[in-house]
Protein backbone atom coordinates (compact mmCIF):
# COMPACT_ATOMS: atom_id res chain seq x y z
CA UNK A 1 0.00 0.00 0.00
CA UNK A 2 1.25 3.17 -0.90
CA UNK A 3 1.07 6.36 1.26
CA UNK A 4 1.32 9.70 0.19
CA UNK A 5 3.86 12.51 1.82
CA UNK A 6 0.24 14.33 3.17
CA UNK A 7 -0.90 10.67 5.19
CA UNK A 8 2.70 10.53 6.40
CA UNK A 9 2.73 14.09 7.42
CA UNK A 10 -0.76 13.72 8.87
CA UNK A 11 0.20 10.86 11.40
CA UNK A 12 3.97 12.22 12.62
CA UNK A 13 4.17 12.78 15.80
CA UNK A 14 6.56 15.47 17.43
CA UNK A 15 8.84 12.62 18.10
CA UNK A 16 9.01 11.67 15.08
CA UNK A 17 9.51 15.05 13.85
CA UNK A 18 12.26 16.13 16.30
CA UNK A 19 14.15 12.81 14.97
CA UNK A 20 13.56 13.93 11.54
CA UNK A 21 14.97 17.64 11.91
CA UNK A 22 17.85 16.21 14.12
CA UNK A 23 18.48 13.82 10.86
CA UNK A 24 17.94 17.06 8.76
CA UNK A 25 20.17 19.19 11.22
CA UNK A 26 24.31 19.97 9.61
CA UNK A 27 23.36 19.56 6.14
CA UNK A 28 21.84 15.89 6.44
CA UNK A 29 24.74 14.77 7.77
CA UNK A 30 24.14 11.07 9.78
CA UNK A 31 23.55 10.13 12.71
CA UNK A 32 26.80 8.28 13.98
CA UNK A 33 25.11 5.07 15.74
CA UNK A 34 22.96 4.31 18.18
CA UNK A 35 23.96 5.55 21.20
CA UNK A 36 25.00 9.05 19.28
CA UNK A 37 21.22 8.93 18.42
CA UNK A 38 19.74 8.02 21.96
CA UNK A 39 21.92 10.84 23.31
CA UNK A 40 21.10 13.41 21.12
CA UNK A 41 17.79 12.81 21.08
CA UNK A 42 17.76 12.76 24.79
CA UNK A 43 19.33 16.27 25.03
CA UNK A 44 16.07 17.27 22.38
CA UNK A 45 14.02 15.58 25.61
CA UNK A 46 15.70 17.88 28.01
CA UNK A 47 14.82 20.95 26.26
CA UNK A 48 11.32 20.34 24.88
CA UNK A 49 8.92 19.37 27.45
CA UNK A 50 6.66 18.07 24.68
CA UNK A 51 9.22 15.19 23.99
CA UNK A 52 10.27 14.56 27.03
CA UNK A 53 6.38 13.40 27.73
CA UNK A 54 6.85 11.34 24.62
CA UNK A 55 9.96 9.82 24.59
CA UNK A 56 9.62 8.83 28.56
CA UNK A 57 14.16 7.78 28.68
CA UNK A 58 15.14 5.45 31.31
CA UNK A 59 18.24 4.05 32.84
CA UNK A 60 19.70 2.05 30.52
CA UNK A 61 22.29 -0.58 30.01
CA UNK A 62 24.37 2.80 28.12
CA UNK A 63 22.91 5.43 29.71
CA UNK A 64 19.25 7.66 29.20
CA UNK A 65 17.28 5.13 27.06
CA UNK A 66 13.92 5.83 24.80
CA UNK A 67 11.82 2.79 23.36
CA UNK A 68 9.88 5.68 21.99
CA UNK A 69 12.36 7.51 20.32
CA UNK A 70 13.93 3.60 19.10
CA UNK A 71 10.60 2.60 17.73
CA UNK A 72 10.14 5.91 16.45
CA UNK A 73 13.52 6.00 14.13
CA UNK A 74 12.28 2.03 13.02
CA UNK A 75 8.95 3.55 11.97
CA UNK A 76 10.62 6.18 10.26
CA UNK A 77 12.86 3.63 8.58
CA UNK A 78 9.90 1.59 7.62
CA UNK A 79 8.26 4.27 5.96
CA UNK A 80 10.97 5.26 3.97
CA UNK A 81 12.03 8.63 5.69
CA UNK A 82 15.13 7.33 7.46
CA UNK A 83 17.91 4.84 6.45
CA UNK A 84 20.48 2.95 8.12
CA UNK A 85 23.60 2.53 6.43
CA UNK A 86 26.81 1.36 8.60
CA UNK A 87 25.08 1.89 11.63
CA UNK A 88 24.15 5.92 10.95
CA UNK A 89 20.85 6.83 10.54
CA UNK A 90 20.28 9.34 6.98
CA UNK A 91 17.65 11.30 6.44
CA UNK A 92 16.07 9.95 2.97
CA UNK A 93 14.74 12.19 0.22
CA UNK A 94 11.35 11.57 1.41
CA UNK A 95 11.83 12.52 4.85
CA UNK A 96 13.11 15.78 3.90
CA UNK A 97 9.75 16.26 1.61
CA UNK A 98 7.89 14.79 4.42
CA UNK A 99 9.57 17.50 6.74
CA UNK A 100 9.22 20.56 4.34
CA UNK A 101 5.56 19.71 4.81
CA UNK A 102 4.68 18.73 8.32
CA UNK A 103 3.59 21.74 10.40
CA UNK A 104 6.52 23.85 12.49
CA UNK A 105 6.06 21.79 15.63
CA UNK A 106 9.11 23.68 16.84
CA UNK A 107 10.27 27.39 16.98
CA UNK A 108 13.38 28.50 15.37
CA UNK A 109 15.12 28.57 18.57
CA UNK A 110 14.45 24.60 19.09
CA UNK A 111 15.23 23.80 15.53
CA UNK A 112 18.47 25.30 16.39
CA UNK A 113 19.28 23.73 19.55
CA UNK A 114 18.34 20.24 18.16
CA UNK A 115 21.35 21.43 15.27
CA UNK A 116 23.20 22.30 18.13
CA UNK A 117 23.23 19.04 19.96
CA UNK A 118 24.07 17.24 16.71
CA UNK A 119 27.03 19.15 16.27
CA UNK A 120 28.18 18.57 19.85
CA UNK A 121 27.84 15.11 19.88
CA UNK A 122 27.99 14.00 16.34
CA UNK A 123 32.14 13.66 16.12
CA UNK A 124 32.72 12.12 19.29
CA UNK A 125 33.41 8.69 20.40
CA UNK A 126 31.21 6.09 22.23
CA UNK A 127 33.24 6.54 25.65
CA UNK A 128 32.92 10.48 25.06
CA UNK A 129 29.70 10.23 24.84
CA UNK A 130 28.60 8.00 27.83
CA UNK A 131 31.41 9.95 29.79
CA UNK A 132 29.46 13.05 29.69
CA UNK A 133 26.05 11.48 29.95
CA UNK A 134 27.16 9.76 33.23
CA UNK A 135 28.83 12.46 34.71
CA UNK A 136 26.19 15.41 33.63
CA UNK A 137 23.06 13.19 34.24
CA UNK A 138 24.20 10.36 37.17
CA UNK A 139 20.57 9.18 37.11
CA UNK A 140 20.43 7.30 34.76
CA UNK A 141 23.41 5.56 35.20
CA UNK A 142 22.01 2.47 37.53
CA UNK A 143 21.73 0.09 35.14
CA UNK A 144 24.73 0.76 32.72
CA UNK A 145 26.65 -1.97 31.78
CA UNK A 146 30.02 0.05 31.08
CA UNK A 147 30.16 2.83 33.65
CA UNK A 148 32.96 1.49 35.72
CA UNK A 149 34.78 1.33 32.35
CA UNK A 150 34.12 4.46 31.13
CA UNK A 151 34.73 6.36 34.64
CA UNK A 152 38.56 4.70 34.89
CA UNK A 153 39.27 6.55 31.47
CA UNK A 154 37.36 9.57 32.63
CA UNK A 155 40.06 12.33 32.59
CA UNK A 156 41.30 11.15 29.15
CA UNK A 157 38.40 11.33 27.77
CA UNK A 158 37.61 14.80 29.87
CA UNK A 159 40.94 15.72 27.97
CA UNK A 160 39.91 15.14 24.82
CA UNK A 161 36.18 16.73 24.72
CA UNK A 162 38.15 19.73 26.42
CA UNK A 163 40.78 19.57 22.96
CA UNK A 164 38.02 19.24 20.75
CA UNK A 165 36.62 22.49 22.40
CA UNK A 166 33.48 20.80 23.30
CA UNK A 167 33.51 21.70 27.27
CA UNK A 168 34.62 24.07 28.65
CA UNK A 169 37.62 24.49 31.80
CA UNK A 170 35.45 24.13 33.96
CA UNK A 171 33.04 21.20 32.76
CA UNK A 172 36.00 19.03 31.72
CA UNK A 173 37.63 19.10 34.93
CA UNK A 174 34.08 18.23 36.46
CA UNK A 175 34.06 15.61 34.15
CA UNK A 176 37.56 14.25 35.01
CA UNK A 177 36.48 14.41 38.77
CA UNK A 178 39.01 16.84 38.97
CA UNK A 179 39.98 20.33 40.63
CA UNK A 180 40.36 22.81 37.35
CA UNK A 181 44.13 23.64 38.74
CA UNK A 182 44.43 19.70 38.80
CA UNK A 183 42.94 19.15 35.34
CA UNK A 184 45.36 21.28 34.09
CA UNK A 185 48.62 19.81 35.13
CA UNK A 186 47.02 16.46 34.16
CA UNK A 187 46.24 17.76 30.33
CA UNK A 188 49.65 19.00 30.43
CA UNK A 189 51.07 16.55 31.04
Not at 104 to 111: M, P
Not at 165 to 173: D, G, I, P, Q, Y
Request: net charge negative; proline share 4%; hydrophobic share 40%.
Amino acid sequence: MDFSIEDIVEDLNDLDLAILHLLHAGNNDPVRGKVAFQKEVFLIADYIETIREQAGFIPHTLGPFSESAENGVRNLKSLGLVEEKYHEYHITPNGIAVLSKARSAFTDEQIEAIQGYKEFLNDLSRDEILLFFYVSYPDFTEKSAVYERVTRKRIPAAISLYNKEKVSLEKAAFLAGLPAEKFLDSECS
